[in-house]
């Protein structure tokens, strides 16, 4: 697609449930990051994928936290037993080198609002 | 740890007007990037800056690095409502860690 394309767009959960966010990366990207958005805060890192392989999960606050992609396209953030805090905006970025190797531009989607109430 | 710190976090100007935003950061970097985020959307990048010296302009905004002070600059000139918005540096760590660190973010709101 044209850009980084984010869903859904708004969720609104309850504490305890699961919750799947997708990202779908400008194609030909191969470097994918998850970043999550606090109001008021600067995007914080949660995890990279280089290809199908996470290549840094250091960001993930816990074990609750997993992000997978299969195919080296597409990715989804799962949370598990979502808690109040976990409430944030997702922030999915691409580019277009691996690793920040070249100049590092990342292209971000609109992000995925989550909501725990 | 690293970390990037922004100054001011929020400022309001009038049009016509010139100011600067600061972005400190804790450890060695020579990449930085600018972004721009406008409510309820999606960040926008504005500058990459990957020496000690470059400066990068683009129509009323010029950003800088200091990779020697850990510091660059965000300058605007002749400010117009268009550019209000919240602007955030990002640095790149390094040492194997492949995330950006971005500031808290400096929220610009322009006067007519």
């Known amino acids: 697609g044209a850009g980084v394309s984010q869903t859904p767009s708004n969720k609104v959960t309850e504490k305890g449930k699961y919750v799947e966010l997708r990202c779908d990366p400008i194609?030909?990207?191969?470097?994918l990051y998850w970043y999550r958005q606090s109001l008021g805060q600067g995007p914080e890192f949660l995890i990279y994928f280089q290809g199908t392989g996470a290549a840094d999960d250091s960001g993930l606050p816990n074990d609750r936290f997993f992000a997978v992609r299969p195919e080296g396209s597409v990715s989804t953030l799962k949370i598990q037993r979502t808690e109040r805090g976990d409430s944030a905006v997702y922030l999915c970025?691409?580019?277009?080198?691996?690793?920040?190797?070249?100049?590092?531009?990342?292209?971000f989607g609109e992000g995925s609002r989550l909501t725990v109430l | 740890e690293l970390k990037v710190e922004q100054n001011p976090l929020f400022l309001s100007m009038q049009e016509g007007k010139n100011y600067t935003i600061y972005c400190n950061y804790s450890?060695?970097?020579?990449?930085l990037y600018w972004y721009r985020q406008d409510p309820g959307k999606s960040l926008e990048s504005l500058f990459v800056l990957l020496s000690n010296g470059a400066v990068k302009q683009e129509g009323r905004l010029m950003a800088s690095l200091d990779t020697k002070a850990r510091l660059s600059t965000l300058h605007i000139t002749a400010a117009v409502h268009d550019l209000s918005a919240t602007y955030f540096c990002?640095?790149?760590?390094?040492?194997?860690?492949?995330?950006?660190?971005f500031g808290k973010g400096t929220h610009l709101i322009i006067q007519p």
């Open positions: 450890t060695t970097s020579d990449r």
């Open positions: 970025a691409s580019s277009l080198m691996p690793g920040l190797a070249d100049t590092g531009e990342l292209f």
């Open positions: 194609s030909g990207h191969t470097a």
């Open positions: 990002a640095v790149f760590p390094g040492g194997g860690a492949d995330g950006l660190t």
